[in-house]
């Protein structure tokens, strides 16, 4: 199948800080990925679907200045975590879909823990 | 508004034995996509079968295979010969066809399940 790397896996970061997560589709491309948060023992909770060239659309109450995507390619993704508290600690998990299966492959997810 | 549903948090099945995961969902929608994720301890979301509502014909996957049933709104997933490595959380998931929506699925709250050696 298709591979979808993100990176990084895990990030630790202080308080007030911002951190960056890259997602890429290394076989493919990808002209709509999506952004998704997992808290433990849960399913994933859509956050954002990221269009290459345009704006993301952010699921209701997902504060876009907040999480800020960027979508610079068709195999180039990335999600930033502004001013990052406790609270967004979390995992975070990127998709990609690939246009002519209507299938979404997902990267390997990174852990956020914020101090 | 679609939703899936899975009823079942938990299962465990013996090594090498058949286990079924349920999985229901609601829509309106003539023509969508039905998956089944599997997410073992590593977190790695893993696409297990996908499923074409048009097609009748149930999709298979080596060991793994679904019940669906349109009308039912029913997708039920079927391990045969179970393994340990199956031992993860299995997520049911639905995607509209696009012609409109940009493909996002919608994901069913998970079926743990555990392969006992």
């Known amino acids: 199948g298709a591979v979808v790397s993100q990176h990084p896996s895990w990030v630790i970061c202080k308080s007030g800080t911002s951190v960056k997560i890259e997602c890429r589709s290394l076989d493919f491309q990808a002209t709509t990925m999506f952004w998704y948060r997992q808290f433990p023992k849960q399913s994933l909770m859509l956050m954002a679907t990221?269009?290459?060239?345009?704006?993301?659309?952010?699921e209701q109450g997902v504060e876009k200045d907040k999480f800020l995507i960027n979508h610079a390619s068709l195999t180039l993704s990335t999600l930033t975590v502004t001013s990052a508290h406790p609270e967004d600690s979390s995992f975070y998990i990127c998709?990609?879909?690939?246009?002519?299966?209507?299938?979404?492959?997902f990267g390997a997810g990174t852990r956020l823990s914020v101090l | 508004a679609q939703t899936v549903t899975q009823s079942q948090p938990e299962m465990s099945v013996q090594e090498a034995e058949t286990v079924t995961l349920s999985c229901t969902y609601d829509?309106?929608?003539?023509?969508?996509?039905l998956f089944w994720y599997k997410q073992p301890p590593s977190r790695q979301m893993i696409l297990v079968i996908r499923?074409?509502?048009?097609?009748?014909q149930n999709a298979t996957e080596n060991r793994f295979s679904v019940n669906f049933q349109k009308a039912a709104k029913s997708f039920s997933l079927k391990i045969s010969d179970s393994q340990l490595g199956d031992t993860a959380m299995y997520f049911c998931?639905?995607?509209?066809?696009?012609?409109?929506?940009?493909?996002?699925?919608?994901f069913g709250k998970g079926t743990k399940l555990s392969v006992k050696p």
């Open positions: 998709s990609a879909k690939e246009i002519a299966k209507n299938i979404q492959y």
């Open positions: 499923q074409e509502a048009y097609k009748q």
């Open positions: 998931a639905f995607m509209k066809r696009p012609g409109g929506s940009q493909g996002n699925l919608i």
């Open positions: 829509t309106s929608e003539s023509n969508y996509y």
């Open positions: 990221s269009n290459e060239g345009s704006k993301a659309t952010y």
